[in-house]
């Protein structure tokens, strides 16, 4: 399927690795002039490297905490110069500390709030008006399974990620009569970085292996296995496309069938 991304500018934030890598690689695939940023210069890197020897194509690319908000205006006023505009904006984020209530503080709901809320809103202001002198734009939140089925020891990414539902949700109806679509994607458990430090975490709760733990998220699920980068990837890109552009406000899981809700 021809998705109608050849030329469409992008920008997939914290896209060194795991599904913000894979989005890219999905968006350049379809023809998109793709940026990348994270906070990790060296993973960065290796990304942008990783990506040219795979499709001949380097992606621009920025180094951006996105905790701080003068490295987020620096990157998008970086991308803007060099794209004119940023037509899709994937945000995506590392998950924020797991753990139980009481096991945190202040500090940690503070970083957890400008990690995977902040970072969304502070994006998605500076792209709005872009994409709306253009009357077209596309922004994707990758959030996780936990804003429709809560993972206990997970409370910080349960609490903000639904945050970031309700306010793309709301969003969404201020801003779909300019051609702009705001959709989420929430993924289940994906073999990615984040996913092999929660089974180490759980692993040293449980006394047991990573491996035994990973094993027992799968087993959790109906199809048995966990997901690939690309799998998810994949309905991201479908999202940008002039195909998807009566999908609206919507919060769409990719987890193999683990979600027990009918909704």
Known sequence: ?????????ALVVAASSGIGKATAEELIKEGCKVAICSSNKENLLRA????????????????????????IEKTVQT????FGSIEILVNNC???VPGFFEDLNDNNW????????????????????????????????????????????????????SAVTAFAKTLSSQVGKYNI????????YTLTPRINELAKTR???????????????AAEVPMKRLAQPEEVASLIAYLASE????????TIAVDGGVIKSTY
Not at 56 to 63: D, Q
Not at 204 to 215: S, Y
């Open 94 to 96: 590392g998950g924020p």
């Open 110 to 161: 503070e970083h957890a709030y400008g990690q995977v809320l902040m970072s969304t809103i502070r994006f998605t202001r500076l792209v709005l008006p872009g994409m709306k002198k253009i009357n077209w734009g596309r922004i994707i939140n990758i959030t996780s399974l936990s804003v429709k089925q809560p993972i206990d020891n997970l409370i910080l990414s349960n609490s903000l990620r």
């Open 1 to 9: 399927m021809d998705l109608k991304l050849k030329n469409k500018t």
């Open 181 to 188: 679509t705001i959709n989420n994607v929430a993924p289940g």
């Open 79 to 82: 991308f803007n110069e060099k």
């Open 243 to 250: 195909q998807a552009g009566y999908i609206n406000g919507q």
């Open 48 to 71: 942008v490297d990783d990506i040219k020897l795979k499709y001949n194509v380097e992606p621009l690319w920025n180094v951006c905490d996105i905790n701080n908000l003068q490295d």
């Open 203 to 217: 692993a040293e709760l449980a006394k047991t292996t990573p491996e035994k733990i990973l094993e027992s998220m």
